[in-house]
Nanobody, 124 residues
Framework: QVQLVESGGQLVQTGGSLRLSCGASGRPISVYAMGWFRQAPGKEREFVGAVSRSDSNMPAADPMKGRFTVSRDNAKNTVYLQMNGLNIGDTAVYYC?????????????????WGQGTQVTVSS
């Protein structure tokens, strides 16, 4: 099975940008759809976006749509989350996830493998 490790989380000011990385080991990510979720304190885990095995993008719903982009580099066995126009509401722990499902959705139960998360904090 695949092991996932997120990196890149940090403190950033409102309006700033950040790119998170998710490095995989154990298996090539080319066999998985890859996604990102986030979870703020006291809230449920929320779908951020995903990219299929064929590199088709599944964008997130509002309020992240148009600001966050998921991409993959199979050669580097890495998935990225580019976040632009960050605001305080984006503060959360961000998780990378993988699934073997061909038809996946935003429900965390569709995703079988998870990283440990990386903290993103947006300050005013």
């Amino acid at each position: 099975q695949v092991q996932l490790v997120e990196s890149g989380g940090q403190l950033v000011q409102t309006g700033g940008s950040l790119r998170l990385s998710c490095g995989a080991s154990g298996r090539p990510i080319s066999v998985y759809a890859m996604g990102w979720f986030r979870q703020a304190p006291g809230k449920e885990r929320e779908f951020v976006g995903a990219v299929s095995r064929s590199d088709s993008n599944m964008p997130a719903a509002d309020p992240m749509k148009g600001r966050f982009t998921v991409s993959r580099d199979n050669a580097k066995n890495t998935v990225y989350l580019q976040m632009n126009g960050l605001n305080i509401g984006d503060t959360a722990v961000y998780y990378c996830a993988a699934t073997t499902l061909e038809f996946f959705g935003a429900n965390p139960r569709d995703w079988y493998y998870w990283g440990q998360g990386t903290q993103v904090t947006v300050s005013s």
